[in-house]
């Protein structure tokens, strides 16, 4: 099992999800960078956190157009399974791989922090470990978290069961104040279609060590490595 | 072929949530300007296009928003090219 | 060819004699250039004229001291091959004048002085000071430093993990804004800022150059009068996406190979700082073609390019015949790097515009015979005023825990998280201790080891007793670190003081150094890095002396972490040290009764070392489970804090 | 008492660095559009102001912009006022 880690220039979560693929899963890891066409024969593709061109214009407006996300959409249109974290989710939803836009956070304040997540949808190929309605908590980190769509595509989101994550409090109860970025519906994470590409504001990578805080975020690396 | 000055206005579509125009809108008020009211906060650009031509301009600008430089999920865009 | 006058030579903050010195140096009439040059090497900000002859009473070596000051940052041994790097740096000026951009432009210099020095910086702290709260001018600067941090910062995906922040009238018309950058390096792989090789290019990478920030070394030797609002234009502004580039491209270029001798990055004074000191480490000479260095304005003339603050800059002197190698990896990163000039042997800088020579200055006369000042002296006649307090004179309070509940919501004791939520603190993944405990704690990934670092002064304190607040601010940055299981290792600093032209501000600068050099011996932490920032005074109004301290220290092993608050309900609580009736510049005085009087705590710098290492010895032997240290607002806030800092806290039951 | 329409430009001084627009500008350049040059980004701002006249208008964005909408140190501005 392989994992390719794009690397946009401005990336800088890509060492991290590096560090817990190959360290704490003890799987095959390569960075993939983003002027090459070559996914490397990556079983998964991650697009990681940062701030891909420094965010200007519009976070992941730029980066969408590198040579290596070409390579990611035809991977994902071929089933392959991409999981796009915080940065990488703006990539995906610019790329229209996902619908929605990840606007500027309602306090207009780069938030970091802890929050709790309610899964809801345990039959993706990136929570297949978790059980629906798990509360799992995980560490957000960004400035332009609000997850925006017309009613129309919520509506389609809610229908298909593509509300992967929800933000949620520590009983997993969707409330207006555990909602820390103004996000519709409280949306922290949305899969596409076919459940095979994943695009989530927080970062699971930040919480597979006990270490560091907690080790909720595991049951995403584990589930994508169950599906192998 | 000539230089052309081109001026690009962004603008977040209706019923698009806009948290920034809110906020300073909001500030506004506090600070005494009550009357205040539809704040809504976009981009503005301004370039220089060489070597080209004023139709040829027209169609590159349309281009360049529609791929880049606005996001047709929530934002219109209108330009106005003329003569450097 | 521009005479130069009187004024011209005030304009640039050089006095009469300098002036004639400068005469004797090139032993004829500087042009416009070379003066300009002469006005930012002989600035305060780059010659610590008013600060040398006290600084070098630090004690700066030690057998794990790999690099004291004198590089652009510190070097510190921590054992496995492995080193930490690490320096503070000021940006008062110019975040009082934009605070966005001079606090991100603050972080983005400092981050360079630690790669540099061929280490990946793996956390940034900053220590901050204010008017009080109410006033809008701090609501506006406060707002401002810490989004411009945060900007930064996290785009540079380097965490922000802790740090410092305090409100008080001093500062009203001067903010205080301190950056600093840890990092770990091999110790194989460390690089210099040293010219070497007469004939090796001298490669110019990064960030075109434009007309930022000139005279920004002298105005930070300048004092704000009442206009100081127009000195606006000088501002820098930072692009961390660039500086991100920058870093990869570095570093990678480092771990190539031997393609690099030698590296600074143009902070203050850009260009003339980064190629002069760096011939000077050598003694050697550099030549420089300004007409090869990338510009972003059109028509800069050689004095805006030389004195220019553009930010995302570094100078390299490269390996013959490697340029194109480092072209190929900057390249690669989407930077520029334009060979400018190359190494000389006559120690002396000569720069050549079009074709001709425009300036040629000996080394030297720009850095060792910069002028050093013995600044008069004179103790200031508050000090006896204002260490008469009797705490007897002071009634006692009615409701204490109305007290404490204010003492615990006043800014300068409540928690912080309103300010570092807004800095990703956990990027990199190694982030064990996250902000809010005494000391910030940063795993190295492929060890069983971790280190600690914490930004710590109480410039009440140094108020009072120069002295006694020198010695504390580093005593205080040792307990945080043992507190946290770490040995103290070493030490960098930012001395903010007001103006040394002024008797009183330079004795307290004398007597902060005094104490700080007597803790440092006592602690076994010397001084590896750091930086003066004097004038920060408004209409004759400076503010309250702050040395600020940078420390950090060692864990041998990660099981050795210990967290300011108690764990389990029936754990028994220690006091380390003993308590004296000592009220004197206390928060509680000041923020209750209004009284800013002392004297502040005695300290006894024996004691302290033995009281460290008695904290350091119980957590290696596994029976502490939790270990705070007492500071603002004394015992009473220090176990409050040790209750409430965790989601769901415990209490605590203590025999006065 | 009428309602005005007011549309607002804060764009950055002249010299001071614009890392946004440069790195719109490279992007545009890698897309094709080589003959894009002197791009700057700044921002737009429409919104009303209700029971005010011409003049009081004028007066007050003025003050908006002064003290709130753009930052004197690095950014100039200007504004147009129509009746609604």
Redesign the interface.
């Known amino acids: 099992m392989k994992f390719g880690i794009v690397v946009l220039p401005g990336s800088n979560c890509d060492h991290d999800c590096y560090h817990v693929a190959r360290h704490v899963f003890g799987k095959e890891a390569e960075f993939l960078w983003h002027k090459d066409r070559d996914l490397k024969g990556a079983d998964c593709v991650i697009l990681p956190g940062g701030f891909s061109y420094g965010d200007y214009l519009r976070p992941g407006a730029i980066g969408r157009f590198s040579p290596i996300i070409r390579e990611v959409v035809d991977f994902a249109k071929k089933g392959g399974p991409v999981l796009g974290i915080c940065n990488g989710f703006q990539v995906l939803t610019e790329t229209g791989l996902l619908p929605g836009v990840l606007l500027r956070n309602r306090s207009l304040r780069f938030i970091c922090d802890s929050v709790y997540l309610r899964v809801e949808n345990n039959k993706t190929r990136f929570t297949g470990t978790y059980s629906k309605k798990d509360v799992v908590k995980m560490p957000i980190a960004h400035n332009d978290g609000n997850y925006f769509a017309d009613e129309d595509t919520l509506k389609g989101l809610e229908d298909d069961d593509r509300i992967v994550f929800r933000y949620s409090n520590r009983y997993g109860e969707i409330t207006k104040d555990s909602n820390p970025n103004g996000a519709c519906l409280n949306i922290a994470g949305i899969c596409n279609r076919e459940g095979n590409v994943l695009g989530m504001m927080p970062h699971p990578e930040r919480c597979c060590e006990s270490i560091l805080g907690g080790e909720d975020g595991k049951g995403v690396f584990l589930s994508i490595i169950d599906c192998f | 072929e000539v230089k052309m000055k081109v001026k690009i206005y962004i603008t977040l579509k209706k019923g698009v949530l806009d948290p920034q125009g809110k906020t300073v809108q909001d500030a506004l008020h506090s600070m005494g300007y009550k009357g205040t009211d539809k704040l809504r906060i976009g981009k503005y650009m301004e370039m220089e296009l060489n070597d080209t031509s004023p139709e040829e301009a027209e169609k590159s600008v349309k281009e360049m928003c529609e791929k880049l430089l606005a996001n047709p999920v929530i934002e219109d865009y209108r330009f106005e090219v003329e003569a450097a | 060819m521009v005479v130069i006058s009187k004024d011209i030579v005030k304009e640039h903050g050089l006095s009469e004699e300098e002036y004639k010195s400068i005469l004797g140096c090139l032993g004829r009439e500087p042009n416009l250039l070379e003066l300009g040059i002469f006005s930012v090497m002989w600035s305060e900000h780059c010659s610590y004229k008013s600060s040398r002859m006290y600084l070098k009473e630090f004690p700066t070596e030690g057998p794990h001291i790999i690099q004291g000051p004198g590089e652009n940052a510190g070097v510190v041994d921590i054992g496995g091959g492995m080193a930490v790097v690490f320096k503070m740096e000021s940006h008062n000026h110019p975040s009082y ?2 605070p966005y ?1 001079g606090a991100a432009t603050g972080v983005g210099g400092i981050l360079r002085d630690v790669f540099t020095m061929g280490a990946r910086p793996v956390a940034i702290l900053n220590s901050l000071r204010f008017g009080n709260l109410d006033e809008t001018k701090t609501r506006f600067l406060l707002k401002g430093v810490v ?1 411009g941090i ?2 930064y910062g ?4 380097v965490p922000t993990v802790g740090g410092e922040v305090y409100f008080h009238p001093s500062y009203s018309g001067n903010c205080l804004v301190n950056a600093m950058c840890v990092g770990l390096v091999n110790k194989k792989k460390i690089f210099m800022g040293k010219a070497a090789g007469v004939g090796n290019p001298l490669l110019y990478v990064g ?1 075109s150059t ?3 920030g000139i005279h920004g070394a002298t105005m930070a030797s300048d004092v704000f009068g009442e206009g100081g609002e127009e000195r ?2 000088t ?1 820098q ?6 500086e ?2 920058l870093l990869e491209a570095c570093l990678e270029a480092f771990k190539a190979g031997e393609y690099i001798i030698g590296i600074q990055d143009m902070g203050a004074a850009g260009l003339t700082s980064s190629s002069v000191e760096m011939a000077d480490r050598g003694g050697v000479g550099v030549e420089i073609d300004l007409s090869a260095v990338p510009t ?2 059109e028509g800069m003339t050689p004095y805006e390019i030389m004195l220019s603050e ?2 995302e800059r570094m100078l390299i002197v490269a390996k013959e015949g490697r340029v194109g190698d480092i072209e190929r990896i900057f390249r ?3 930077l520029k790097a334009q060979v400018v000039g190359r190494v000389i042997e006559e120690p002396s800088l000569r720069l050549i515009s079009k074709g001709k020579e425009v300036a040629n200055i000996p080394i030297h006369s720009l850095t060792s015979k910069a002028p050093v000042y013995k600044r008069p002296v004179k103790r200031p006649d508050y000090i006896d005023r204002a260490n008469k307090l009797e705490t007897g004179s002071v009634s006692l309070p009615g409701d204490m825990n109305a007290i404490l509940l204010k003492l615990l919501s006043s800014p300068n004791i409540a928690n912080k998280k309103w300010i ?10 190694s ?2 201790v ?1 902000p809010g405990s005494d000391a910030a704690v940063i ?1 190295i ?1 492929g060890t069983n080891k971790a280190i600690a670092m914490t930004v710590d002064c109480n410039s009440r304190y140094c108020y009072l007793d120069p002295f006694a607040g020198g010695m504390s601010a580093v005593a205080e940055a040792a307990r945080n670190l043992a507190a946290t299981g770490a040995r103290p290792l070493a030490i960098t600093d930012c001395l903010n003081f007001g103006n040394p032209e002024r008797p009183e501000i330079m004795w307290q600068f004398r007597e902060a150094v005094r104490g700080m050099k007597q803790a440092c011996i006592a602690l076994e932490t010397p001084v590896v890095s750091g930086n003066v920032s004097f004038y920060n005074e408004t209409s004759g109004e400076a503010v309250y002396p702050t040395p600020s301290v940078g420390m950090v220290g060692l864990i041998e092993d ?1 099981s050795h972490i210990t967290t300011q608050w108690f764990k389990n309900d029936g754990d028994v609580i220690a006091l380390i040290g003993e308590t004296r009736e000592e009220l004197g510049g206390s928060e509680y005085l000041s923020l209750i009764h209004g009284i800013e009087d002392g004297p502040p705590p005695s300290i006894d710098i024996i004691r302290e070392k033995a009281v460290i290492d008695t904290c350091l010895d119980a957590i290696r032997s596994g029976i502490i489970l939790s270990a705070h240290d007492c500071s603002e607002g004394g015992l009473a806030v220090a176990l409050a804090k040790a209750c409430i800092s965790f989601e769901d806290g415990l209490g605590a039951e203590m025999e006065i």
């Not at chain 3, 996290?154 to 995906?157: A, R």
């Open positions: 004048i934009e951009q989004a945060a900007g996290n785009c540079m995906g960030s434009g007309r930022d606006r234009p501002v502004v930072g692009d961390p996406f660039t991100k580039l972003r304005e553009s930010q690669k990163w989407g570092y939520r807004q800095y990703d603190h956990m990027v990199r993944t982030t064990v996250l795993r990934q990660i």
